[in-house]
């Protein structure tokens, strides 16, 4: 009886070429058996040993071999052994240095073991190194041609010259304008030290204008360390920063619904998130405008769209639909703005009438937002951008009838902490834009459940602090008008504080 789960993997043979030559199909074994004994005898390995440990003729392996090579710097400033024609040019190179490649060490591999035959002797001197005063007494060293054919349009001459550079140089300069066709370098010659080198300084590079680029990168070479970087770094700027320049235009569209649907997401207000996505979308529409319009003129081309149905179910606009059902429009509740909603025909009637409904029936009940259940994904949210600058900042709120500051105070250089109270109307300063045709409540407590969250880049990584989900009863005196407060330690600056709550029925 044959036990099949224990039986010994064997080596699988086929027949490869026009002499018939066997070959073992194995990811190490780049050649026929014929050209592994040649390869064997350049790189002076025991054929045998190679078969038993074919790990030996992985390329990765190569530089191991040729370390002494590397490190001899009569060798690299010698005679150039391999010559290398890409981008119309023929580069000079040293054959120790190219095995930190992997694309041009199997290149090179092919020319030799090609020009193996009848040359084997010589060959094999060649390629032990040996020491430079002995070389000098040979005759000139043949060279060995490679070609290599790019197609990617980011590969540049300068961006690969700088490439190759780097297999001599360990610090060669890059900027952030040439940064990308040295990573598109990189992965072509499968260069995996200059590779994570350029994602590393990508990491620590993003900026409006170059997250859209940054993130397309990520996304074709399949770097998910980058693209999670650029999506992050959107989710906190895409408000305060993003939207109020013109490369709001070039963001992507799959990029930003992904940062629409993040818990991570800062905006001071949810007007404010949806002011920044009618003007991604104006711009698409506009690609002319060189520069960020002001929000009437914004107002004014929406406004001027036939009145027949909404922009959102025109042709135009259905398209956008997804992204704008990642907003809380239930957190508009100014009626100056939802007025201004209405008067652009923007979206659907039956999304504001709902969100009008839900406003009636919350200040009907004294407040109580029945509609909402998931603090995570229904939850009013506001921020604060606290700046360097700031010993202490807050801002004011009004919904439903009660007004609450939400604050942060710096307490040391690396001390702070965030924390939200709740306010008397007659505390405001008269007039007060929060206070204007604004409800007033008079009950003497509010039950709230809220979270509180900041967050801050410092070397390249987002630092993350949170308090749990509190539900907690507001009144007018201390300390119940106070909540908990987000205590934080850290250099970052500047930090983006977030506050989230409902009203549960009460």
């Given at each position: 009886m044959i036990n099949?789960?224990?039986?010994?993997?064997?080596?699988?043979?086929?027949?490869?070429?026009?002499?018939?030559?066997?070959?073992?199909?194995?990811?190490?074994?780049?050649?026929?058996?014929?050209a592994l004994s040649q390869m064997c005898n350049v790189l002076n390995i025991d054929l045998e040993e190679a078969l038993k440990n074919p790990e030996r003729l992985c390329i990765s392996k190569f530089p191991k071999l040729f370390s002494d090579n590397i490190e001899n710097?009569?060798?690299?400033?010698?005679?150039?052994?391999?010559?290398?024609?890409?981008?119309?040019?023929?580069?000079?190179?040293?054959?120790?240095?190219?095995?930190q490649s992997e694309t041009l060490a199997k290149l090179y591999l092919t020319a030799l073991i090609q020009n193996t035959r009848g040359r084997s002797k010589e060959l094999d001197k060649i390629l032990k190194a040996q020491p430079p005063e002995k070389i000098k007494e040979k005759s000139p060293?043949?060279?060995?041609?490679?070609?290599?054919?790019?197609?990617?349009?980011?590969?540049?001459?300068?961006?690969?010259?700088?490439?190759?550079?780097?297999?001599?140089?360990?610090?060669?300069?890059?900027?952030?304008?040439?940064?990308?066709?040295?990573?598109?370098?990189?992965?072509?010659?499968?260069?995996?030290?200059l590779f994570q080198k350029c994602v590393?300084?990508?990491?620590?590079?993003?900026?409006?204008?170059?997250?859209?680029?940054?993130?397309?990168?990520?996304?074709?070479?399949?770097?998910?360390?980058?693209?999670?970087?650029?999506?992050?770094?959107?989710?906190?700027?895409?408000?305060p920063l993003v939207g109020t320049q013109i490369h709001l235009r070039h963001i992507p569209q799959n990029l930003l619904h992904k940062v629409l649907k993040s818990p991570r997401l800062f905006t001071f207000?949810?007007?404010?998130?949806?002011?920044?996505?009618?003007?991604?979308?104006?711009?698409q529409l506009n690609s002319k405008v060189q520069v960020i319009p002001i929000h009437e003129t914004m107002l004014a081309y929406f406004s001027?769209?036939?009145?027949?149905?909404?922009?959102?179910?025109?042709?135009?606009?259905?398209?956008?639909?997804?992204?704008?059902?990642?907003?809380?429009?239930?957190?508009?509740?100014?009626?100056?703005?939802?007025?201004?909603?209405?008067?652009?025909?923007?979206?659907p009637e039956?999304?504001?009438?709902?969100?009008?409904?839900?406003?009636?029936?919350?200040?009907?009940?004294?407040?109580?937002?029945?509609?909402?259940?998931?603090?995570?994904?229904?939850?009013?949210?506001?921020?604060?951008l606290f700046r360097q600058e700031y010993t202490t900042y807050s801002e004011r709120i009004s919904i439903y009838g009660y007004f609450f500051e939400i604050k942060g105070i710096k307490h040391d250089i690396t001390s702070y902490s965030f924390s939200m109270q709740r306010i008397r109307h007659t505390d405001l300063e008269c007039p007060s834009p929060i206070c204007e045709h604004s409800a007033i409540s008079l009950r003497a407590e509010r039950l709230v459940k809220y979270e509180i969250r900041a967050q801050t880049l410092v070397d390249g990584r987002w630092q993350e602090f949170r308090t749990n989900q509190i539900t907690q009863k507001f009144g007018f005196n201390k300390p119940?008008?106070?909540?908990?407060?987000?205590?934080?330690?850290?250099?970052?600056?500047?930090?983006?504080?977030s506050f989230a709550f409902i009203f549960p029925a009460s």
């Open positions: 099949c789960g224990r039986r010994k993997t064997r080596l699988e043979r086929r027949i490869v070429g026009a002499t018939n030559r066997w070959r073992f199909p194995q990811q190490y074994f780049c050649g026929d058996l014929l710097n009569d060798v690299q400033s010698g005679e150039a052994d391999v010559i290398l024609e890409c981008l119309g040019f023929k580069w000079e190179l040293h054959h120790p240095q190219i095995f060293i043949k060279k060995i041609i490679i070609s290599l054919k790019i197609n990617d349009p980011a590969v540049t001459r300068v961006a690969f010259a700088l490439a190759l550079k780097n297999l001599y140089m360990n610090e060669v300069e890059m900027n952030v304008d040439n940064v990308l066709g040295v990573l598109a370098s990189a992965h072509i010659l499968q260069f995996n030290r590393n300084m990508m990491l620590t590079r993003l900026t409006p204008s170059t997250v859209k680029n940054f993130y397309l990168a990520g996304c074709k070479y399949k770097e998910e360390q980058l693209t999670v970087a650029c999506e992050k770094w959107l989710a906190m700027n895409l408000v207000s949810e007007f404010h998130l949806l002011k920044t996505l009618l003007m991604w979308v104006y711009l001027s769209f036939p009145k027949k149905c909404c922009f959102l179910e025109q042709d135009a606009g259905q398209s956008w639909t997804p992204l704008f059902l990642c907003l809380r429009l239930h957190g508009i509740t100014s009626g100056k703005d939802l007025e201004e909603l209405r008067h652009i025909n923007f979206f039956s999304w504001l009438v709902r969100v009008t409904a839900n406003h009636y029936h919350a200040l009907e009940s004294g407040g109580n937002m029945v509609h909402l259940k998931d603090l995570s994904t229904q939850a009013m949210r506001f921020g604060l119940g008008c106070k909540s908990h407060a987000l205590k934080i330690q850290t250099v970052g600056i500047p930090i983006y504080a």
